[in-house]
């Protein structure tokens, strides 16, 4: 028997890796466009670059992919800042209800095991730009963009972590001690 934890890690885990690859591929294909590029054959043995044209396209596809991941990271980010449910003020809870956006509202529950799926996949995919950049297979710029900006995300997860365990001490009234 599977855990329901870990059931709901993978499912949670389905999003951020189409978005991983559609995005890479629509990279591609729109980099090699601008760039005209053959790429037609892409899924074949018959694409052939320069090592140039190569690093172009593999990075510029590269950093549509990492903007993409960041951007769709960011309204998770969003959601669990201003709409998790333990902290969405009434006000806005209100509009949510008016505006028929309930299902905005994320669970405390839902939203972390988002954020452990989707801190892990910008993880990776920073390690990964890190050895394409140091083999030299992408622009060293485009793993330090992913680095950084993995890195922020990680800063607002645990930020927003904090958050939560501050407003739980304050409904138990209990001490936790968090680390300053």
């Known amino acids: ?50 090592t140039e044209q190569y690093l172009t396209l593999n990075s510029y596809a590269s950093f549509i992919m990492v903007m993409v991941y960041f951007l769709a990271f960011a309204f998770i980010l969003l959601r669990g800042f201003k709409l998790h449910e333990s902290h969405i003020s ?27 799926i989707w801190g892990l996949f910008s993880l990776l995919t920073a390690a990964t730009l890190w050895v394409y950049a140091y083999n030299g297979l992408i622009f060293s710029w485009v793993a330090g963009t992913a680095v950084l900006g993995s890195v922020i995300f990680q800063w607002l997860i645990v930020l927003d972590i904090e958050h939560e ?12 001690e968090i680390l300053e």
């Open 1 to 50: 028997m599977s855990s329901p934890t870990l059931l709901r890690l993978i499912d949670e885990a389905i999003l951020p890796s189409i978005i991983l690859l559609v995005a890479k591929f629509i990279g591609l294909v729109f980099i090699g466009a601008y760039l005209q590029l053959s790429i037609v054959g892409i899924f074949s043995k018959s694409v052939v670059l320069t």
């Open 90 to 116: 009434p006000k806005a809870m209100h509009l949510m209800v008016s505006q028929g956006l309930l299902e905005m509202v994320v669970s405390s529950l839902k939203l972390f095991h988002q954020y452990i």
């Open 165 to 176: 365990l501050r407003l739980s001490e304050i409904d138990s009234g209990h001490h936790l």
